[in-house]
């Protein structure tokens, strides 16, 4: 998937602002000759840079120096993006930044697209788009956990998963079109245990996806409950931080409040919501509203109760009853004062945890649970999880086996069924890049940072 262009991109590759140091950086035909039209090096030898060898030198523009930065070069296909590239590294002002980047579009290059220059590196064939999309998760990783997945897609698992699961399947379909004793009707015949260990194979692919997701986007944990139960207390013990206003006035939290944090290694998304109640006010309508929105996204619902109270309500069984095919922790909050509430009517014994949210009480027992019902661990992490395009595209190489797969219970004719065997080999290609469109490579690098 080579693409050799003719012109040369120049990023700022440090976050914008002021800090100690600055990083600025080059690919294309002619990185090395713009460096030299504006670094005047102090370094012996400076006509013919070598490779990955650091040169300390000034950046100046026709009227004045700039800043005196530290310069290396790396020749073509040698490179991150397989083009030559020049990194040069300056203080970090914006002023500074913005200099040399303008000094160096004056002499030939031009400022760089969102992620165009992991994208340059995609097409030269230094990785393929899975590789391309974990460089992505890898910046926006939030937890080290998130931070190993990444890495072990960027270390191509996956890909290689993925391009082992592709070549079968053409084995396959060539086993099958050039078989001499290939019967028009093929209940049986050739390659149909391999279609089915590969669609298995798929499967366990698509089963990361919702890890993936969460590791990137964070676990969405509600907190759901009566006024007055602790709602509030609690996400204060889970973060242990006073992040929400705690009163004994019922109805406190009108709106939802997020925040995250790591547990386990997992980032959670806390919501406390306004509970589940009769509203006394529009405001408090609205927060009702949001409430309900936030279980049907919530990935976990922490049910909360007060344990001082005389017995479950009405209300909180029905609350009960809409949760029945969520993933809810059942909690009871309070038993440092009392513990005479019983959920049995609604919970099973075992699940119910007992806590203090004020004394912080049980709430590791929360965290624990938490990551249970999450099903994510270290030893996963490091095969990497696809995210949400990547499970798109597995999904329709699933249907099309489907439908190989019901081709030979049916005794398709073995043209009939290569359309479908090739649907899967394409929808397959998708996910490294091997059969993919430039709109789809355009959305994916638009998610970068400029100079990435």
Not at 299 to 327: H, M, P, Q, W, Y
Not at 345 to 354: F, H, L, M, Q
Request: net charge negative.
């Amino acid at each position: 998937m080579k693409q050799f262009v003719d012109d040369t991109i120049v990023a700022q590759a440090t976050p914008p602002g002021c800090s100690g140091l600055g990083v600025v950086r080059l690919s294309g035909k002619r990185a090395v000759d713009c460096l030299r039209s504006v670094f005047s090096s102090l370094s012996p030898s400076s006509d013919q840079y070598e490779a990955r060898k650091i040169y300390y030198g000034w950046i100046s523009s026709p009227e004045s120096k700039i800043d005196n930065v530290l310069a290396w070069v790396a020749y073509g296909p040698h490179s991150f993006t397989g083009e030559d590239a020049v990194e040069i590294s300056c203080h970090g002002g914006r002023v500074v930044i913005g200099a040399i980047v303008e000094e160096l579009i004056r002499v030939g290059a031009r400022l760089a697209d969102p992620g165009e220059f992991t994208k340059r590196a995609f097409l030269n064939g230094k990785i393929d788009l899975m590789q391309a999309e974990a460089t992505i998760d890898l910046i926006n990783a939030k937890t080290m956990m998130a931070l190993k997945s990444a890495n072990a897609q960027l270390d191509g698992s996956l890909s290689k998963a993925v391009a082992e699961i592709r070549e079968k399947l053409i084995n396959v379909l060539a086993a099958i079109e050039a078989s001499a004793d290939f019967p028009d009707e093929i209940e049986g015949g050739v390659g149909l245990d391999e279609v089915r260990s590969i669609s298995i194979e798929i499967e366990k692919l698509l089963e990361s996806a919702d890890q993936g997701r969460i590791l990137r986007m964070g676990a969405r944990v509600a907190i759901l409950g009566k006024p007055n139960a602790g709602k509030s207390s609690l996400l204060n013990a889970l973060l242990d931080n006073d992040r929400a206003i705690v009163t004994d006035a019922p109805g406190t939290t009108r709106d939802t409040i997020e925040e995250m944090a790591s547990v386990g290694g997992i980032p959670v998304i806390y919501i406390d919501t306004a509970g589940m109640r009769k509203a006394g006010s529009r405001a408090e309508e609205l927060g009702i509203e949001r409430t309900k929105k936030e279980i049907e996204r919530a990935d976990i619902v922490i049910n909360l109760f007060d344990g001082t109270g005389d017995e479950i309500s009405t209300e909180e069984i029905e609350t009960a009853r809409i949760l029945k095919n969520k993933n809810v922790i059942p909690v009871i909050n309070k038993t440092d004062i009392l513990d005479k509430i019983d959920l049995e009517k609604v919970y099973n014994k075992k699940e119910i945890i007992k806590i203090s949210a004020l004394k912080k009480m049980g709430i590791g027992k929360i965290k624990e649970e938490i990551v249970l019902r999450l099903s994510i661990n270290e030893g996963s992490a490091e095969n990497g999880f696809i995210n949400e395009r990547q499970k798109a595209a597995l999904e329709k190489a699933k249907e099309s086996l489907v439908l190989v797969l019901s081709g030979f219970s049916e005794r398709v004719p073995v043209d009939l069924l290569s359309i479908d065997f090739r649907a899967a080999i394409v929808h397959l290609g998708e996910l490294t890049g091997e059969e993919v469109s430039g709109e789809v490579i355009d959305r994916i690098f638009s998610r970068f940072c400029v100079g990435k």
